[in-house]
């Protein structure tokens, strides 16, 4: 079984997508952390590499100085793993790329849909070699669902109801920090932050496209410069209707992500503070758990039945599928470049839609 070494750019220790990163790394026993650019402040990225145990001579400060001395290097990463701020994520993977170096990203993409576009076209041959971090799809029920889905357990999908609610932007007082800054996050405020994952997972469960959207998008807390709450009807294809709830300042909320979808047959939930549970509803008034680890589940569990599976587990799926990557097998289920760009396009509809007080918006295909 082959140990792939990466290398990460952002994320120093105390950041908390980089130590999400690396320790769901960890989970998947394929994987070795050997170099990194771990901060864009040189003093910073030094010490961050040296608590993390990396060879001095592999602890770089420039990014695009570690994208061509690791591909120079016969030892060198197979694969960079970018959990900076928003704005650097296409210059950081447009430089591993070019160099020969897969990518790992975390979402959204790019700043705006322009930006996105652009570099698809540049490295649309490329497509393969570049993951986009929507951790959710790496949950098992998540994929069990994605399957009774195609299996046909809800019939042909009438609704699709998705909302994530956060809190932790609901006090006036509260630091975002590059969050919040549209020059380092984006325009998109909470639709870029959260938004694009409770939108990729109504799309990667149910198999449909949306197709057009209208929205309503605010700023709840006046000092915010971008978007803290949307509210957005969606249209799918195959006549499909739905909505879309997503807050960072619903309070009470910590991490409320909650997809439920129903159908001529059937209807079914999934809720992510119970991610190891998908409770189906038929039109007779019977209600099924159906648990995680169970005999009739098709989806492998990393985790026996009774031994819960959470947020770590789901990224270490995701890792786990890159390393089928890197050994050169097919992943089906891993989000790639073109699930990246569909977030921007959830992006700048809704942005536009919300503009003009909640026109009908085409999300561009």
Known sequence: MNIWPVGMIG?????????????????TGRFSLVAGCLSRHAGTAQKAGQALGLDPARTYTDWTQMARAEAARPDGIALAIIVTPNDMHLPVATAFLDAGIPVLCEKPLALTLDQA??????????????VVAYTYSGYAMVREARRLVQDGLLGTIRNIQVEYLQDWLGDADSDGGWRLDPRTGGAGGCLGDIGTHAFHLAEFVSGLRCEVLSAR???????HAVPDDAQIQLRFSDNAVGSLWVSQVATGCGNALRLRLFGEKAGLEWNQEQPDTL??????????????????????????RGHPEGYLEAFARLYADTACLLDGHDAPLLPRLADGVRGQEFIEAALTSGAQYGAWISVRA
């Open 11 to 27: 994320g120093a220790p105390g950041s908390f997508m980089g130590d999400v990163h690396r320790r769901a790394l960890a989970l």
């Open 117 to 130: 576009r652009h570099f698809t076209e540049r490295f649309i041959t490329k497509g393969h070699d570049m």
């Open 217 to 223: 998008v605010s700023r709840l807390v006046p000092r």
């Open 279 to 304: 409770i189906v509803s038929t039109a007779d008034g019977r209600t099924i758990h159906v648990a995680r680890g169970g005999s009739a589940v098709g989806t492998a569990a990393l985790l026996p």
